[in-house]
């Protein structure tokens, strides 16, 4: 007669201390990074209608959140500009007096130790809202990866500790490494958006940022969702190509990817929580239909489980909070 045998898994739950002692991930304000947007203008301070605790903030309001983000010891912010003004190559991403270099040069100053990443894309600078040029209905290739090129080298310039291309253009890594190296700053690491698919999670940053296509969609440049294996080319390509971060975009719906990726590359992969994942989050949280400190802590600690080493978050400052017991 056969004897049915069970193992007992609840010994290891049976206190706080024994679960904190077998606890397998653990999340720290040091993997987080904070995104901010900085927008043209005097004594700004716009909040996102779409994004509740999320603002615009012009140069002469920045350092409020700056200081905040620096006193909660999150060590890294990503920055986005929002220019006055936009044209058909997006001039003001490049310009060495564009609102991401001036931002940069102005945390810098004030914070050195603060890692400064400068988002490096066309999308928020064009007239059509694209993330490269456009001919046509087309977004090309090749010649829009001169002016990323370009882009970056500027933000270097500015003081920008790590460069993040999120433009999905192929070739954007070893085209901005190349550029960097020959201005003489090899030693600035590329964050590359790498596995970056065409999300309609990214609608609330396109409130916040102003960039959304003025025709078409990015589904020519920006992954399938329903795509698997093309992840693993994608980070491959950008490993070739000299990455030294890899960011999965967005996070929660593609945890697989993120596992995926972590599996079979060796570079420090970031989650990218984007917009969508956090409007949803505070949506039902104004609501009353969620705890909002409970599902956030959880699903960053998901993201982290799932193989980042790194999380972009609008919820970075009250996770910090909350970390600390505040
Ligand atoms: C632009 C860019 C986008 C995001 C980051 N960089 C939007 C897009 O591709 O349309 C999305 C971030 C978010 O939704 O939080 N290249
Ligand atoms: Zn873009």
Not at 64 to 75: K, M, Q, R, T, W
Not at 214 to 219: A, E, L, V
Not at 226 to 236: F, G, K, T, V
């Amino acid at each position: 007669m056969t004897q049915l045998q069970f193992r007992r898994n609840r010994r290891l739950r049976t206190s706080k201390t024994m679960r904190s002692m077998v606890r397998e991930t653990i999340l720290h304000k040091e993997d987080f990074i904070y995104p901010m947007f900085v927008i043209e203008g005097e004594n700004v301070k716009n909040e996102v209608s779409s994004m509740p605790g999320i603002h615009q903030f012009s140069l002469d309001r920045l350092m409020e959140e700056v200081d905040e983000v620096v006193s909660l010891g999150i060590p890294s912010v990503i920055l986005f500009g929002i220019p006055s003004e936009k044209d058909a190559t997006g001039t003001g991403a490049f310009d060495e007096e564009g609102i991401v270099q001036r931002a940069t040069r102005l945390i810098k100053e004030k914070h050195p130790d603060l890692v400064v990443i400068a988002d490096t894309c066309l999308c928020e600078f064009t007239d059509h809202g694209h993330c490269g040029v456009v001919h046509g209905d087309e977004v090309l290739n090749d010649p829009s990866l001169e002016l990323l090129a370009k882009t970056a080298v500027s933000q270097a310039k500015a003081g920008a500790d790590i460069i993040a291309p999120s433009n999905m253009m192929d070739g954007f890594v070893i085209a901005i490494r190349q550029a960097l190296d020959e201005a003489g700053f090899e030693n600035v690491p590329i964050m590359s958006y790498a596995v970056k698919y065409a999300s309609a999670y990214y609608g609330p940053f396109r409130d916040a940022a102003d960039s959304a296509p003025q025709f078409g969609d990015r589904k020519t440049y920006q992954m399938d969702p329903a795509n698997r294996m093309e992840a693993l080319r994608e980070a491959e390509s950008d490993v070739m190509e000299g990455a030294d971060f890899l960011i999965v975009k967005p996070a929660l719906s593609y945890l697989d990817i993120m596992r995926d990726v972590k599996n079979n590359v060796l570079l420090p992969v970031v989650a990218y929580n984007v917009s969508g994942e956090y409007s949803m989050v505070k949506a039902a949280a104004a609501n009353g239909w969620i705890n909002e400190k409970e599902i956030v802590l959880e699903t960053l600690t998901s993201m982290k489980r799932a193989g980042a080493d790194l999380i972009l978050t609008y919820h970075a400052k009250d996770a910090a909070r909350w970390l600390e017991g505040k």
